[in-house]
């Protein structure tokens, strides 16, 4: 049996313990605790099976975590735990066999994060002292300022620092089906959370009635096994763009334009429905907005089973918790805050009761 490597992974603020689940459920990993937007985990799972994870940002094999002060003496402390560090030799073996490359000669660069503002010494001071104590401890690595074989990634928060090499790239984050993009579309990451909050089951009917370009009905099938996928919009461009993005996959599945207060499905006949809602920058008039919600509600309220599971995302809470008000056989299980884009919003979770 392999050694378990202690990871940690890059989440969407609010989603945390949504990803853990996930980590847990797909390697049976040791959840080693949360940090705001990070989760920590150990596991014996092969590296290059955590870049399949749907709910994480980025994945890192940890090089370090200790306290950093937040005078100057914090920059010493960070080049020290890296510098000394008994996983760094472990990590880069880790990076080794998720990105497999021949190369002659190791290159590295740098990227420093912070999240508070307490330190007395500005985030390139962090940089340049983490590049000092890899440049100590791997006089044969050559730092580069892009295009680097390994990516040795630095974040301050909550008063320590987190070191790890970055198993992951940018199509964990940005996956590469996303060909054809609408306004305000959904982030892949966030779109497989509220398909996992939902509950899948491999017989369901799922619904996403304001599809956009299709990320959470794409997120849905790439989650697992389903008897059907739904999807539309009222507007043509973003019909279109979900189909471009589906392609031929995720058999059976239909994508239609219309009116998601109007929608031509039968009463009871589907099982989830998880619908990215018009929300900030993306509201209209409040008048307008709130008949969207309530029409919406309403016929959720009608085609959803009982015993189904909506799952909605919404900066406007109250104005949802009233439209779905109206309708007693659904009631609000759960609300989960999370970050979208720097702005917070509400993954809210209802269920349809059998006898209300």
Known sequence: ????????????????????????????????????????????????????????????????????????????????????????????????????????????????????????????????????????????????????????????????????????????????????????????????????????????????PMCGAGTILIERGMHGRYAQLLGGDIRSDAVAAARTNIGPRYKPIAIRQWDARDLPLDDGSVDRVVCNLPFGKKIGEPQALRALYEGFASEVARVLKAGGVAVCLTSERALLAKAFGAWPALYMERVLPVDVLGQRAFGCKLKKGADR
């Open 1 to 208: 049996m392999n050694k378990a490597m202690q990871f940690y992974a890059f989440v969407a603020p609010g989603l945390e313990e949504i990803a853990q689940r996930e980590i847990a459920a797909r390697f049976g990993a040791e959840l080693q605790g949360q940090q705001r937007g990070v989760v920590f985990f150990a596991t014996d799972a092969p590296p290059q099976d955590l870049l399949g994870l749907g709910t994480t940002e980025d994945v890192f094999a940890l090089v370090a975590r200790g306290p950093v002060d937040a005078g100057r003496e914090g920059l010493e402390e960070a080049g020290a735990l890296v510098a000394e560090s008994p996983l760094f030799e472990e990590a880069v073996g880790a990076h080794r066999r998720a990105r497999p490359k021949r190369i002659k000669r190791i290159t590295y660069r740098i990227v420093a994060q912070r999240r508070s503002g307490q330190q007395r010494y500005v985030r390139q001071e962090m940089r340049r002292a983490l590049q000092r104590a890899v440049a100590w401890r791997f006089p044969r690595w050559k730092h580069v300022a892009e295009q680097a074989l390994l990516e040795v990634w630095g974040l301050e928060a909550a008063g320590e620092l987190i070191c790890g090499v970055r198993l992951s790239d940018e199509t964990m984050r940005h996956r590469t089906y996303k060909v054809a993009q609408v306004e305000a579309s959904l982030r892949p990451t966030v779109a497989r959370a509220l398909v996992m909050l939902s509950e899948p089951e491999d017989g369901d009917v799922f619904l996403d």
